[in-house]
């Protein structure tokens, strides 16, 4: 094989695989030589042999077999992607979010099969490790975990937060990082300093119907950019509307988009960057899902390009380890003191049992551990859901093809009303999230949102059916 470091030959070898798959050289439903024999035959280790399998897995190319080895998959089911949407005229204010709080309420209904709220099933989430976390922390320091973590946060945890992002590229020092209750709160608090009621925040289009809300609650306006289901942000679009709009700061979901799965090139990410500084304008960065990607490494975060403190930093374990744990990060840069105060008077304080909890579980490696573990069972889930909606839902059905996370975006034909066809759903015992949840304008009501890390079993299979017989 030719030269290559060694984070690279093993996708050397899954692309050199799949090509030979794609050949029926190995046809569908037949088994691939072992690792040993593949290592012999190609030159690379069985490490190696072994690593480009499991890539070729999250792909959906190959299975595992128990004790039996790895067999060819059959081709996926395919329909075309959603189509980018048109750009919003201009901003405007965020209404109509109050239909949020009745959607992911259904998480907690047991007679509700939750295709809507984008949270975990335990399955995917390791209870068993957080379980033995607490206990540790409980024993071991029981007397501080009665009390508050002030801000900034528990030390332990904002060092190793640090040292995380020293590997993504983003050098900062542990004081640098200050733990806040969710992203959404990191997210609130960046937007709280550098906006003022009133003013316009660019964003995705569709966006992530959280951040709607933040931006309604404090009092600013929305102007939705298109983004592409593939390539992410619209910077064409942005720069007309950087033209034509005073806007105050622009937030962005790079790795994995919620609700499209897109995930920027990292040349985009530092065009963004370079046209935001250009009109000097601050970046909030959301980047729940970026240590979920569903196929090949993990990508950087636009932080890894910042200089000049531009990009505020916010990410969470909710998506990845327990959505429960309720800790999330903001890296405020210069105006960390001020994020300080401001979370302080939001909440007081990060629940410090659950901070100490996921210091000892990064401390561990047993993060890292989980992650290598629940991208593959994601990119399985992900790839069950997408075929079925494939065989079940209309011709017309446009789904999409995401890079990473765990939710699937489906545009419907043109004349679907989704929010209607949601009440009719509910009826029927199955949640899921309308289009127009995504969209400060309401658009997007012929769309729909799908939570893909479900517990896959008769009830999902008979949700899914009772939801297509509703189109």
């Not at 001020?338 to 000892?360: D, E, K």
């Not at 419907?412 to 989704?418: F, K, V």
Request: hydrophobic share 40%; aromatic share 6%.
């Amino acid at each position: 094989m030719t030269d290559a470091s060694p984070g690279k030959r093993y996708q050397q070898l899954a692309d050199r695989l799949q090509t030979l798959i794609l050949d029926q050289v190995y046809p569908v439903g037949s088994r691939l030589p072992g690792v040993r024999k593949l290592g012999q035959q190609h030159g690379v280790s069985v490490a190696t042999a072994v690593s480009a399998c499991r890539e070729l897995e999250q792909r959906g190319v190959l299975e595992a077999r128990p004790r039996a080895g790895f067999f060819v998959c059959p081709p996926p089911a395919r329909r075309d992607a959603p189509s980018l949407p048109s750009a919003g005229r201009r901003p405007r204010p965020v209404t109509g979010q109050e239909r949020v709080l009745r959607m992911v309420q259904a998480v907690n209904d047991p007679a509700l099969v939750n295709l809507g709220a984008a949270v975990a099933d335990p399955d995917f989430q390791p209870v068993a490790r957080m379980e033995q976390a607490f206990r540790t922390v409980l024993r071991e320091q029981r007397r501080r975990c009665v009390g508050y973590e002030f801000p900034p946060g528990a030390p332990e945890l904002r060092a190793g937060l640090a040292r995380r992002l020293a590997a993504l590229r983003c050098p900062v020092a542990p004081d640098d990082v200050l733990i806040t209750n969710s992203c959404q709160e990191a997210v609130a608090i960046a937007l709280r300093m550098v906006t003022r009621p009133g003013d316009t925040v660019a964003i995705e289009s569709p966006t992530y119907y959280g951040l709607l809300q933040v931006i309604e609650s404090l009092g600013l306006k929305a102007l939705e950019i298109p983004t592409d289901p593939i390539q992410g942000l619209s910077l064409e679009a942005l720069a007309l509307a950087l033209e034509r709009w005073p806007v105050a700061a622009c937030v962005v979901v790079p790795n994995f988009s919620n609700p499209l799965g897109s995930c920027m090139p990292d040349a985009r990410k530092r065009a963004l960057l370079d046209l935001l500084a250009g009109h000097d304008v601050p970046l909030v960065e959301d980047d729940i899902y970026g240590d979920l990607p569903l196929r090949g490494p993990r990508p950087l975060p636009i932080k890894a390009w910042d200089r000049d403190g531009r990009v505020y930093y916010c990410s969470s374990c909710s998506k990845t380890l327990s959505a429960g744990l309720r800790v999330g990060w903001l890296v405020p840069g210069a105006h960390r003191e001020r994020a300080w105060y401001l979370q302080f008077i939001n909440t007081v304080s990060v629940a410090t049992p659950s901070q100490l909890a996921l210091a000892h579980v990064l401390d561990h490696g047993h993060y890292d551990r989980h992650l290598r573990t629940v991208r593959d069972q994601l990119a399985r889930a992900v790839a069950r859901m997408t075929t079925r909606v494939t065989e079940l839902f209309p011709d017309t059905t446009r789904v999409s093809r995401p890079a990473g996370g765990f939710v699937l975006w489906l545009e419907l034909a043109a004349d679907m009303d989704t929010t209607e066809l949601a009440e009719r759903a509910l009826e029927a015992g199955v949640s899921f999230a309308p289009g127009a949840l995504f969209s400060a304008s309401g658009k997007f009501d012929h769309c729909l949102r799908l939570n893909c890390a479900v517990r896959w079993d008769q009830r999902v299979e008979r949700a899914l059916a009772r939801l297509a017989a509703l189109l």
